[in-house]
């Protein structure tokens, strides 16, 4: 019965490697948003959908590209991991219209 | 740009006590949301508390309710009976308006880590 989940919890690779994080909520929502954890806990919006589209793409590197297959899911592809990309990546799903996000369990990503 | 402000890194309470987060932020509009949200240890984001910033009275939840001063951009959390399983970090974010062409972008403060003792 989880409302919004995410695979992998953990991510553990190389630099320069490719990977993938999935979401799925199950709530009915019609948008998704990709969140970024840094070390020092600071949260920052990185995308969102509605409705299948892109509404927010912050400055992030094209490296992260996001894709929304249909409204329930939203995956994170990440190519040519950094160091700096280690973090812990939340999804989050709301009604469109800024209300309260349900977020899922975080995917901790680490790059060695 | 909208900013929140957390200033109050870390803060503790005695089990039963009642304790006040802070936040300030910062907006030129007039419409806009603001929530309360826990991350304990598990590190999965739990919303707490939610305000609507047309409504004039303060949103309570349980032993959750804010102070919502919106003329002095002020959103406090206050928490009654603290209890062990509210020791964890609180964050406290802005949503613009659904007219903002940043609707849904939660702006978060840098957190408070709430330790309850025993």
């Known amino acids: 019965d989880t409302a919004v989940s995410q695979t992998p919890k953990y991510l553990v690779t190389q630099m320069g490697n490719d990977k993938s994080i999935k979401c799925e909520q199950n709530?009915?929502?019609?948008?998704m948003y990709w969140y970024k954890q840094d070390s020092k806990k600071f949260l920052k919006i990185m995308f969102s959908?509605?409705?299948?589209?892109?509404?927010i793409n912050e400055t992030v590197p094209n490296r992260f590209s996001p894709k929304s297959p249909d409204k329930a899911h939203l995956n994170l592809h990440i190519n040519s991991l950094e160091l700096g990309d280690s973090a812990v990546y939340f999804c989050a799903s709301s009604q469109w219209g800024g209300h309260e996000q349900y977020f899922g369990p975080g995917t901790r990503l680490t790059v060695t | 740009a909208q900013t929140v402000t957390q200033s109050q890194p870390e803060m503790s309470v005695q089990e039963a006590e009642t304790v006040t987060l802070s936040c300030t932020y910062d907006t030129s509009e007039s419409d806009y949301y603001l929530f309360w949200y826990k991350q304990p240890p598990s590190r999965q984001m739990i919303l707490v508390i939610r305000q609507e910033a047309y409504k004039q009275q303060n949103a309570t939840e349980n032993r959750f309710s804010v102070n919502f001063q919106k003329a002095a951009k002020s959103f406090s959390l206050k928490i009654s009976d603290s209890q062990l399983g509210d020791a964890a970090m609180y964050f406290c974010?802005?949503?613009?308006?659904?007219?903002?062409?940043?609707?849904?972008?939660?702006?978060f403060g840098q957190g408070t880590t709430l330790q309850v003792k025993p």
């Open positions: 974010a802005y949503s613009p308006s659904p007219g903002s062409s940043n609707t849904g972008k939660l702006i």
């Open positions: 959908y509605n409705n299948k589209e892109l509404i």
């Open positions: 709530l009915g929502h019609d948008t």
